[in-house]
């Protein structure tokens, strides 16, 4: 049987969201461990995993993007204006739904492939609400209260970080800013001989920027068929679990997507993960206070990254790889509501802001 583009794209994203999988079971990747650890335990070695893959990501990205793999303007990242209310104020929303779920709709996904019950409802809670900030009544709202406040890059022909850069010097620096930026992170990663010697957190830092990078060059190829072109994109976690639980719902009358392969592929893999580590149990809500946190965060995780047009890892790594501007003013945004939601949780109140 011959496969059509569309699946050739999702398998792509099938075999990333595997690899994704196993980095978060084996290689304990995850964004809101690294700011548990960093916020709470003065511990950097996860975050240094998660700067790690961003610098791969962005390395080879912009490599692939100037010898012409693909046009990174295509991407959803790269508009010519930068709706800067949504990626602060739904940045924040979903640092805080992380942090009462305690992990990202990436983690969500790595839970329910180790048995996390939990994750199931946050799962469909966050691909609702998802669904419900693009063409609902949550939509609505952001249209009239959110959209409207853009900051324009048409002067740059996109918000991209080096096309500013190449318009303030009159030239074109090909790679050379995200190689620049990409070698910082590099050496703020690897400069700790604590997270050198975590050879488990090196790889899984490694693998995730290469199958981000990865993931570009999978819809680039495999979706160039003129007769079914497909999207430039790489992998994101907010909208894909929407277009899932569609599809799951209507399979005989849907279409696959990288997206939908991706979200499966994270499962399977974290599934795999957790089976080689023998960490796979069956894990439910304590009471009823544990499911409502559980289901206010994955609203909040939902609406806020439909907001700020990503997640830990679609505006965190993917986003970045792009060298879009969107990136660290989401991810700074993402931080300080997981930092107001640890606190929250921790101490009872925000005065655990002013402690160390």
């Not at 461990?33 to 990205?61: C, P, Q, Y």
């Amino acid at each position: 049987m011959e496969l059509t583009t569309t699946q050739i794209v999702a398998l792509g994203g099938f075999g990333g969201g595997i690899v994704l999988g196993l980095a978060a079971r084996v290689g304990q990747f995850c964004t809101m461990g690294a700011f548990e650890d960093a916020f709470l335990g003065d511990d950097r070695r996860r975050l240094r995993s998660w700067a790690l893959a961003i610098a791969v990501a962005i390395a080879v990205t912009q490599v692939l993007a100037t010898a012409g793999i693909f046009d990174l303007r295509h991407s959803i990242y790269l508009p010519t204006s930068f709706p800067w209310l949504g990626a602060v104020a739904g940045g924040l929303m979903f640092g805080i739904g992380m942090a009462l779920v305690g992990t990202c709709g990436f983690g969500t996904l790595a839970r329910i492939g180790g048995g996390d019950l939990r994750s199931v409802v946050t799962f469909l809670v966050m691909a609702v609400s998802a669904y419900m900030a693009m063409r609902g009544l949550t939509g609505v709202a952001r249209q009239w209260l959110v959209d409207p406040f853009t900051v324009s890059f048409e002067a740059t022909g996109g918000m991209a970080l080096d096309g500013v850069v190449n318009r303030l010097l009159g030239i074109d620096t090909g790679p050379a800013v995200g190689l620049l930026i990409a070698g910082m992170l590099f050496v703020w990663a690897l400069r700790d001989a604590a997270f050198r010697r975590e050879r488990r957190l090196v790889a899984s830092g490694l693998a995730v920027g290469l199958v981000i990078a990865g993931g570009w060059v999978a819809t680039a190829l495999a979706g160039s068929n003129p007769f079914q072109p497909q999207r430039l994109e790489s992998f994101t976690f907010v909208r894909p679990l929407g277009d899932a639980l569609v599809y799951l719902m209507t399979f005989s009358g849907a279409s696959v997507t990288f997206g939908i392969g991706s979200v499966l592929g994270v499962v399977c893999g974290a599934f795999a993960g957790a089976l080689f580590k023998r960490e796979f149990r069956w894990e439910a809500c304590d009471d009823v206070r544990e499911l409502r946190r559980h289901m206010i965060g994955a609203f909040l995780m939902g609406t806020g990254g439909i907001m700020a047009f990503g997640c830990t890892v679609g505006q965190g790594i993917t986003a970045a790889s792009a060298l879009a501007i969107s990136a660290p003013v989401v991810m700074l945004s993402i931080a300080v509501g997981a930092r107001l939601g640890i606190a929250w949780l921790v101490e009872g109140s925000l005065a655990g802001l002013f402690q160390r």
